[in-house]
């Protein structure tokens, strides 16, 4: 019992005061960081999924890595242990759009500039992406261009075909993603990233749609780029 609470005090006495203030530091400036991230994705973001859930988890992430990699930063033995105990961690929620991995790897990468001391290295690269995305989601609200989301659902009656819904939508559009598809045996619904020219084109398409499909339902929803 007395080895064990002179290890305790041993590995208590370990940290200085100068160490514990690095640390509480690091968290803050991590916090912050993570918190600004998520800021910045709800903002300008281009998610059809919940973002605002989604972002709850960049300061978890980015804590715990940055708690990890100054702890383990100086210790070959602890580096070892960590590749062995990460090995058995798996995703259980997928990623569904390389946006979301591309801020999930912003996060993580904030934690690790903080964990390693490059403070004001990462504190410089953090402005600097945030400008960046900033600037180009100025230049982006000045274009004409409508870039939407199209949530289309219809019954399947009829002559009913996908391939000629996409025909319609490309002739009237200068960029389509298909971004999800449900269809049953009654009911087909599709949700498209579209980018029209201006209005007059996005009303034609519209009409089009209507048209051709005249049991379908349609929304439009506005997409913030950046």
């Keep these: 019992m007395n080895e064990i609470v002179g290890y305790l005090r041993e590995a208590n006495g370990m940290m200085s005061a100068t160490e514990g203030g690095v640390l509480i530091r690091n968290i803050l400036l991590t916090a912050v960081s993570s918190e600004i991230i998520a800021f910045v994705y709800i903002k300008f973001g281009n998610s059809i999924s919940d973002k605002k859930s989604f972002a709850k ?20 033995a602890l580096s070892l242990g960590l590749v062995g105990a990460l090995s058995i961690i798996r995703f259980r929620t997928a990623i569904k759009e390389p946006e979301e991995l591309a801020f999930l790897f912003f996060t993580i990468g904030i934690g690790l500039g903080y964990g390693s001391g490059y403070v004001l290295l990462t504190v410089l690269a953090l402005g600097l992406v945030l400008l960046i995305l900033f600037i180009k989601w100025r230049v982006a609200k000045k274009s004409d261009d409508q870039n939407l989301f199209i949530n289309f659902s219809t019954p399947k009656e009829g002559n009913f075909s996908a391939e000629d819904l996409m025909g319609v939508l490309k002739q009237h559009t200068s960029s389509l993603n298909l971004k999800r598809m449900d269809e049953s045996q009654q009911r087909f619904e599709a949700t498209f990233n579209a980018t029209f020219s201006g209005i007059k084109e996005l009303n034609h398409c519209k009409d089009t749609i209507l048209s051709n499909f005249p049991e379908s339902d349609l929304t439009y929803v506005e997409v913030e780029n950046y």
Excluded at 61 to 69: D, F, P, Q, R
């Design 57 to 76: 988890n960049f300061f978890l992430i980015s804590v715990t890595t940055m708690l990890v990699i100054t702890f383990i930063k100086g210790s070959l």
